[in-house]
């Protein structure tokens, strides 16, 4: 089973800041890596697949990047509705999909 | 509007069985292979299993394996998870996802495009 560790588990940051998230997949992944966003009570969102190309709808200030094993989710300019969690998941090693613990990203 | 919801969640006690649907409207059901995924109070995402478009392939985590069925019904757009000798641990809120990809054999490789809103499993004595 391919592990994938987030961090920080906990990012602080003002509204209009940018925002940096990372996830480590256990062993390559190549470019098969999604990103979701779930609020609380809500199901999870997908922001991102192939590790940098846009789901529909989803804003500009999303934007993906990396590939193998390091990979990192960036917010440009931080709304209030981007306050969530987020979760990278791998679904290179089909069908064992895997997700990351997520990390939260709170108002600093 | 695309749209998957789910439905037949409750109380159960440890050892019993549960059937929980997701129903889909606003796609082409029948193309799409569908997935459930859990997640327990608090706690991240656990993919439990899949089955192709057509329903002839499935697969399931090790931790509901043999205890676990998926299945769908393409002429109802309908999708189900058939859950046997429930325990604690399978306490979650359960959601079906749609594969973003459409067609795929066996299995999609490719991310989860749309979620349902979650139906929640309660296993306890």
């Known amino acids: 089973e391919i592990v994938m560790t987030q961090s920080p588990a906990t990012l602080s940051v003002s509204p209009g800041e940018r925002a940096t998230l990372s996830c480590r997949a256990s062993?390559?992944?190549?470019?098969?890596l999604a990103w979701y966003q779930q609020k609380p009570g809500q199901a999870p969102r997908l922001l991102i697949y192939?590790?940098?190309t846009r789901a529909t709808g989803i804003p500009a200030r999303f934007s993906g990047s990396g590939s193998g094993t390091e990979f990192t989710l960036t917010i440009s300019s931080l709304q209030s509705e981007d306050f969530a969690v987020y979760y990278c998941q791998q679904y290179n090693n089909w069908p064992l999909y895997t997700f990351g613990q997520g990390t939260k990203l709170e108002i600093k | 509007q695309v749209q998957l919801v789910e439905s037949g969640g409750g109380v159960v006690q440890p050892g019993r069985s549960l059937r929980l649907s997701c129903a889909a409207s606003g796609f082409t059901f029948s193309s799409y292979g569908m997935h459930w995924v859990r997640q327990a109070p608090g706690k991240g995402l656990e993919w439990v299993a899949v089955?192709?478009?057509?329903?002839?392939?499935?697969y399931y985590a090790d931790s509901v394996k043999g205890r676990f069925t998926i299945s769908r019904d393409n002429s109802k757009n309908t999708l189900y998870l058939q859950m046997n000798s429930l325990r604690a641990e399978d306490t979650a809120v359960y959601y079906c996802?749609?594969?973003?990809?459409?067609?795929?054999?066996?299995?999609?490789?490719?991310?989860?495009?749309?979620w349902g809103q979650g139906t929640m499993v309660t296993v306890s004595s």
């Open positions: 192939g590790a940098s």
């Open positions: 089955i192709s478009y057509d329903g002839s392939n499935k």
């Open positions: 996802a749609k594969d973003r990809i459409v067609g795929a054999t066996p299995i999609s490789n490719d991310a989860f495009d749309i």
């Open positions: 062993q390559s992944v190549s470019s098969n």
